[in-house]
Every structure is written in structure tokens, then in C-alpha cells.
């Protein structure tokens, strides 16, 4: 009887170690994104969506996988605001292998709770460059301040490298990933997404809300997916996509145009204009390159319904390619034309119209075959006797006709002059090598 309380009591033991351990809770989701490119108001987009996704959902933290050569300030300057004030923990992780940072990449990784790198991976070259147009010296000079300014904010904020911060801006300096942990720019290296969520587990970070400790260890990483409507924009608002857009546009309104009444050619170059021209919104136009080829689109036109003898084409076909050749004037490859794409793009529409205006040419050239006039130097066939007026057959037409001699029924003759609706003939035998 004595050993029962005993088993009792070891059984509920048992129990009680073993229940907590049954109830233990499944840690949160992790969110992930993906930014792969130049930084542009379509990143914006993307990261406040992803942001409000991630609450929405549940997540207990957000990773953003950063690929970037860099891109707009204004862009840069709204997500790291975005990330300043996140109200769930903002992970950047620079990868994967060979991946980079560079430029507004560098302010977007120090602004975040938890900066990572992957291996063979590259953060810095931090300068500002002017887009859209060569400035002064001295307002080069003020936005290099403001850029240093900024960016020590954000690693003083963030508890980072504020001194190598401002070299990135000042100097250029770029490093490696770890090169990037010893000096302080990021937290850590981590091989993958799984890598990363084990080396977050534990770490406590302050968000506007308030400290957060991350549980990540068994957490499941849940990637967003990209909307429709977010797809479509980083499509068109690519600057060969938007040049692109913009050259078709511009070839179906003036197929339009010199032959009105075909309608496709015109739908499909007002759409293609106008989501050019919604593309430009988003990006660095040198307003100047636009003009040029306004310019040529204008020159195209007045070809159409000019007839200056490819003068006008011509020159449209210049202020083209010197408008495409000025159109993107930013240092970031992103934002620049291929000239894969532009040298194409240009040489098709100069052959376009070189293959138009040569049609033309021909058809100016050569001799009518419609109306009055083109009846001259047609041959005929005398319906009955020409004493010397009478009836002649041309193409299958009866005409009133006068010949300069009397004619015989079925001799053949050729037209030389008309005089109102009568033809004036001469038999075949005096024509010459007139006839056809």
C-alpha cells in the first residue's frame, strides 16, 4: 500500500515535465522578399507591401533579400525610413553568393534591425552621382553632406559603423562580407535563408513598438509573392521595356496616320505611348533626350504629309538617335539603355522610313495608270474604221477617238493625247516603241 503514492507521485511527475514541453508554441513565420535591382518607386512599393503582408500575416519578422547596384535617392531615402520605423523586425540579408550592396543597397542594409551577408558578397561605393544632368561643384558638395549625414544617422541608430558609413559616401569604399563583420557593418554571415533564421535566434532588437526577441530557430520562412499589378510595374517601368514602349508607340500612330481607317496600329501605339510615358514617372529622364525625340516623332509625321523628299525623314532619324543616346543620363547601368536594344530599336525605324520613302520615290517616279492621264501611251484596237474619228477598245473600255490618218477595223493603235473624253490615236505602224 506503501509503494502506491509512491508510483503516484512519480507518474505526475511525469506529467508535469513532459506538458510543457507538449505545449510549447510553434514560433511565428518569418517573411521573406526578394529585391533584385535598381532601386526605384517600384522597390518602394514592393517593400511597404511586403511590410504590411508580414504584419497582416502574423510574422514575427521580415527578411529582405538584397541584390542591388544601387538607384534612386528618393527611393532609398522612403525605405530606410520605412525600416526606421518598422514595427515588426526588418532582417536584410545581401545575397545569395555573389550578390551586392552597393550605393542606395549600402543605406537600405544599415537601416535594417539585423544586416546580413552572404558568402563572396560585396557592401559599399557609396557615393552620390547626379542624375539627370551634370551639376556645380558646390551642390555636388551639399549633396554629399546631406548623403554622409544620413547615413551616419542610420548606423548610429542601428549601432553600426558610422566612420566607415561616411567613407562609402565620401570615398567610395566598398568590402567584403568579411571584411563587412569585422568593422561592423553588418551582424554576421550566413550561408542560406535557413542559416540566417538559426543565427537570429535569441537576438533582441528595438523596433517602434518596442524590444523584440526573435524566435527563429524551428521558425518557418514564408515567401511573399509578388501581385500582378507589381509584376506588370517593373516590367514596363524597365528603361529598355519604357524605350521600347515608347519607338512602338510612336511607329503605330503614324502608321495611323498615313493610312487612316486602320485602327490597330493606332491601339496599340496610344497604349504603348502612355505606358511609356507612366514608365518615365519612375524613372531619371534627361528631359532634353525626351525632347529630341518628340522632336523626330513630329519630323515622322510631317513626312507623312509633307512631301519633302526624305528631308524631313532624315532628320527625325538623327534627332532619334541623338534623343535615345541622352534619354537615361544616370551612371547606374539600370537606368541606362542597352545599346542592344537602341541600336536595333533605331535602326528599324530608319529602315521603316527609308523603305517607305523609297516606295514613294518609285511611285512618284513612275507613270500614272489611273485617270486621263494615264491613258496616254496605252495601246488600243480600232473598233470599226477611223475616217479619221471613230470608236478604238483600250483596257477594255470604248472610247471616242480621232486618229491623225484613216484606220482600218482591228488596227492597233496608241494613245497619244486626250481632249476631254476623246483619245487622240496614232496606228501602231507610226508609234513607234511607244506602245506597251
Known amino acids: 500500500m506503501r509503494r502506491r503514492p509512491q508510483g503516484l507521485v512519480a507518474l505526475t511527475l511525469l506529467v508535469l515535465l513532459a506538458a510543457p514541453a507538449a505545449a510549447a508554441p510553434t514560433p511565428a513565420p518569418v517573411a521573406t522578399v526578394v529585391v533584385d535591382g535598381v532601386i526605384s ?23 529582405i533579400q538584397l541584390d542591388t547596384p544601387g538607384g534612386l535617392e ?33 543605406f537600405i542594409t544599415m537601416a535594417a534591425h539585423v544586416a546580413a551577408m552572404a558568402p563572396a ?84 532588437v528595438k523596433t517602434s513598438r518596442g524590444p523584440v526577441t526573435l524566435a527563429t530557430r524551428q521558425a518557418v ?70 525632347l529630341l525625340i518628340l522632336f523626330a516623332i513630329v519630323l515622322f509625321i510631317a513626312e507623312v504629309t509633307v512631301t519633302s523628299h526624305g528631308v524631313l525623314a532624315i532628320g527625325g532619324i538623327v534627332s532619334m538617335a541623338l534623343g535615345s543616346l541622352m534619354l537615361y543620363d544616370a551612371p547606374e547601368a539600370g537606368f541606362r539603355v542597352s545599346w542592344r536594344v537602341m541600336a536595333p530599336t533605331v535602326a528599324l525605324t530608319a529602315g521603316f522610313f527609308l523603305f517607305a520613302l523609297t516606295l514613294g520615290v518609285r511611285a512618284f517616279r513612275r507613270r500614272p495608270l489611273l485617270g486621263v492621264s494615264g491613258l496616254v501611251g496605252q495601246s488600243g484596237v ?34 497619244v493625247d486626250v481632249q476631254g473624253l476623246t483619245l487622240k490615236v496614232v496606228g501602231s505602224d507610226t508609234a513607234g516603241g511607244g506602245t506597251r
Open 121 to 204: 558578397t560585396n557592401i559599399g561605393a557609396a557615393h552620390p552621382v547626379a542624375v539627370g544632368g551634370s551639376i556645380d561643384k558646390e551642390s555636388m558638395r551639399k549633396i554629399e553632406n546631406d548623403a554622409a549625414a544620413f547615413i551616419r544617422t542610420i548606423a548610429v541608430e542601428r549601432g553600426r559603423n558610422a566612420d566607415w558609413g561616411e567613407k562609402a559616401v565620401r570615398q567610395s569604399v566598398s568590402v567584403t562580407e568579411r571584411e563587412a563583420v569585422r568593422l561592423k557593418v553588418v551582424d554576421f554571415v550566413a550561408d542560406s535563408i535557413p542559416d540566417l533564421l538559426s543565427k537570429l535566434d535569441g537576438r533582441t
Open 382 to 415: 480600232a473598233r470599226g474604221a477611223l475616217e479619221p474619228e471613230g470608236q478604238v477598245s483600250v483596257h477594255g473600255e470604248i472610247w471616242r477617238a480621232v486618229a491623225d490618218r484613216p484606220l482600218a477595223d482591228g488596227t492597233r493603235v496608241t494613245v
Open 221 to 290: 520562412a514564408k515567401p511573399i509573392e509578388i501581385g500582378f499589378r507589381d509584376r506588370v510595374l517593373a516590367i514596363i517601368t524597365d528603361p529598355n521595356v519604357a524605350y521600347v514602349l515608347m519607338m512602338l508607340g510612336t511607329l503605330g500612330l503614324i502608321f495611323e496616320l498615313s493610312t487612316p481607317g486602320a485602327i490597330l496600329p493606332g491601339v496599340i501605339g496610344g497604349i504603348s505611348l502612355i505606358l511609356a510615358f507612366f514608365a518615365f514617372q519612375s524613372l531619371p529622364i534627361n528631359f532634353a533626350g525626351l
Open 41 to 63: 518607386p517600384v522597390t518602394l512599393r514592393l517593400v511597404e507591401s511586403a511590410l504590411a503582408h508580414a504584419k497582416a500575416g502574423g510574422a514575427q519578422a521580415l527578411v
Open 74 to 106: 528618393r527611393s532609398m531615402r522612403a525605405i530606410c525610413q520605412r525600416l526606421l520605423n518598422a514595427e515588426i523586425p526588418v532582417i536584410v540579408w545581401v545575397g545569395p553568393t555573389g550578390a551586392r550592396a552597393a550605393s542606395a543597397g549600402v
